[in-house]
């Protein structure tokens, strides 16, 4: 079974700036497509932003130019930066891997943006 740490996330002012982390073990690392999905009160999981094993990056929308997904190959971990945080940002991001053509998620962590 995919198991997927996170951490980060928490009460930020608009403008501001977090970080989220997720890792996983080495042999699903070296192989997942890592990414961020978010998910509101009342709305739906909604992709943030994806990271491919060889580095590729999609981002939606709503985050370019403000967020970055990054991979640390030897901790085994991906990486959301997040800045220029919005209001709308407010929501459980979930962790999201990849592997074998199964979806694995997180536990997920809140991330809030007050305004």
């Known amino acids: 079974q995919v198991q997927l740490v996170e951490s980060g996330g928490g009460l930020v002012q608009a403008g501001g700036s977090l970080r989220l982390s997720c890792k996983t073990s080495p042999s699903v690392f070296s192989e997942a497509v890592m990414g961020w999905y978010r998910q509101a009160p009342g709305n739906q999981r909604d992709l943030v932003a994806t990271i491919t094993s060889l580095g590729s990056t999609d981002y939606s929308d709503s985050v370019k130019g403000r967020f970055t997904i990054s991979r640390d190959n030897a901790e085994n971990t991906a990486y959301l930066h997040m800045n220029s945080l919005k209001p709308e940002d407010t929501a459980v991001y979930y962790c999201?891997?990849?592997?074998?053509?199964?979806?694995?998620w997180g536990q997920g962590t809140q991330v809030t943006v007050s305004s």
């Open positions: 999201y891997a990849r592997y074998n053509f199964n979806n694995n």
